[in-house]
């Protein structure tokens, strides 16, 4: 069973670009969590969605969007890009919304903004 | 508010030392809790996981048992080895449905040495 991809693995980009990030969940997970990971914040939970719809979202700036696609693939989009947003964008699927904490990750996008 | 506290890192151990990560952390309710690994160059994987109070979750020679008296989930090893080189991230999912979502710590990272 295949896991969880993403692409691309590493981009960079410069600040003021704008920047779009795929993620397919394993097959048969309807849902798809995104999060930034950076040195100095750690993990943060940035969307999840559901069934093509948004159903939780954490603290970012509206700069950064998503959504989902009726064969449960997923995008984020990062407009305006600012050099701290450089960080490692990791993907996770689940069976259900939420599924109770237990998240199957990619391998992550790495995004450098220069 | 909700939030997960690990002891720093990098810790360092040798081949077959024991391990103990220590987690606490602050919920409102009763979250579940779960510790996940990263490897070098890898997304996160679910490595155990507890629902309620006094579980002990376990996997792959690794334990930690949900101490809600001392809001605690320590992961332990008996006997660590060189691949069990990673970051370790605890963490709690809180809510139920469209509301829940897995709150990180900060990560602490294991270096095993022959």
């Known amino acids: 069973k295949a896991g969880v991809t993403q692409t691309p693995r590493y981009l960079i980009k410069t600040r003021g670009q704008q920047v779009t990030l795929s993620c397919s969940p394993i097959s048969g997970h309807r849902s798809v969590s995104w999060y930034q990971q950076t040195p100095g914040q750690g993990l943060q939970f940035l969307f999840e969605y559901f069934s093509e719809t948004q159903r939780n979202k954490g603290n970012f700036p509206g700069r950064f969007s998503g959504r989902q696609f009726s064969n449960s693939r997923s995008e984020m989009n990062v407009s305006t890009l600012e050099l701290g947003d450089s960080a490692l964008y990791l993907c996770a699927s689940s069976l259900g919304q939420g599924s109770d904490g237990e998240l199957f990750f990619g391998e992550g996008s790495r995004l450098t903004v220069l | 508010g909700n939030s997960v506290t690990q002891m720093e890192g990098p810790v360092t151990l040798s081949e077959e030392a024991f391990l103990t990560i220590n987690c606490t952390y602050t919920?409102?309710?009763?979250?579940?809790l779960f510790w996940y690994v990263q490897y070098p160059g890898e997304g996160l994987q679910l490595l155990l996981k507890a629902t309620k109070a006094d579980d002990k979750g376990s996997n792959k020679g690794f334990e930690a048992t949900y101490r809600k008296e001392t809001t605690s989930f320590h992961l332990e090893k008996g006997s660590v080895q060189v691949s069990d080189s990673a970051v370790y991230f605890c963490a709690l999912f809180i809510g139920s449905g469209n509301t829940g979502k897995l709150i990180f710590g900060q990560g602490t990272t294991l270096q095993v040495k022959p």
């Open positions: 919920a409102t309710g009763y979250p579940s």
